[in-house]
Structures are given as C-alpha cells and as structure tokens.
C-alpha cells in the first residue's frame, strides 16, 4: 500500500518539488495563454476555434498541444509564437478554402453518403471505415431507429454524420 501512494505522489509532484514560483509561474502562464486564446478568437472571428474540417480539427488539436505545453515548462513566448502561427495559417487556409474550390478540395474531405433512400452504401461506409455500430447510433441520436426511414445520412468533412428523416426537404447542391 505504501508504494502506491508513493507513487501516487510522485506523479503529483514536480520534479524540482512544489513552490511558490512555480505555481505562480504556472497560474500567470495559464492567464496569458487563455488571454491570446481569447484575443485570437476575437481578432480572427469565432471559426477559429470550430471544428468544421480535418484541417480545423488538427489545428485545435496542436494548439492544445502549444497551450498545454506552456502551462507545463518555462517556453510560453515560443508556445505563443506557434500558437499565432497556427491560427494565421488556420485563417489563411480557411479562407482561401472559401474562396477557391481547388483550395477546399485540396485543405477538406469530401463528405461520404452512407445512406441514401433507406439504403445503406456499403462500399461507402468501408471506404470511410463507418462500421454498422457507428452509423445505428448516429441514427438513434437523430431519433431513428431503423435505416429504412433515412433519407440521407452523411460523414461530413468535419467527421460528424448527419442524418434527415425520409421525406424531409433537403438541397441538391
């Protein structure tokens, strides 16, 4: 018993011990990065930080990385560096995305219809590795229960599966 709170201890406890520098150091460090969290989202609007795409998902993904690593060691100029670095790249692919149609085939996946008219896609779904498990409970979190009442059920670029009832209106494009 002793050596498991020993080592519940040791995980608890910096290396160099607990002081007041470092949890100073630690709660000031945390501070600024959630200020440029803040300031970022404001100065480069409220997509920065969705998850509409892969590229969108991956970009939060390192910042968290950025972010946690500051809070965790003494290199937040460099931290908030990249983490600049990472929203301009963000916005600058993002918005050529929304301008281009070959920067947004080439930054985002193209969704994948894995239902359409009641009929699951096979080939679709092991294409876009959706198991059967998935997809039943995208289906019971949109209130269906059974395939044949789909219409449609989508993996959107972002990841999300969207799925509209059969019969309900839905655009072409």
Excluded: C, K
Aim: hydrophobic share 50%; no cysteine.
């Amino acid at each position: 018993m002793e050596t498991l709170l020993d080592a519940a201890r040791d995980m608890v406890t910096p290396e160099t011990g607990w002081s007041a520098e470092l949890l100073l150091r630690t709660v000031l460090t945390t501070v600024v990065m959630f200020l440029a969290i803040v300031l970022l989202a404001r100065l480069f609007g409220t997509r920065t930080f969705a998850s509409f795409t892969t590229y969108d998902f991956l970009t939060n993904v390192a910042a968290g990385s950025l972010v946690a690593s500051a809070i965790l060691s003494d290199r937040m100029v460099e931290a908030t560096v990249g983490l600049v670095v990472l929203v301009v790249l963000q916005y600058a692919v993002s918005g050529a995305a929304a301008r281009s149609r070959a920067a947004r085939d080439a930054a985002d996946n193209d969704p994948v219809v894995l239902v359409q008219d009641g009929q699951v896609l096979e080939r679709p779904m092991r294409r876009a590795r959706v198991s059967h498990a998935i997809l039943d409970q995208h289906l019971r979190a949109s209130g269906l229960t059974r395939v044949d009442e789909v219409g449609l059920a989508v993996l959107e670029s972002g990841g999300s599966i969207s799925v509209l009832r059969r019969g309900a209106g839905r655009d072409r494009r």
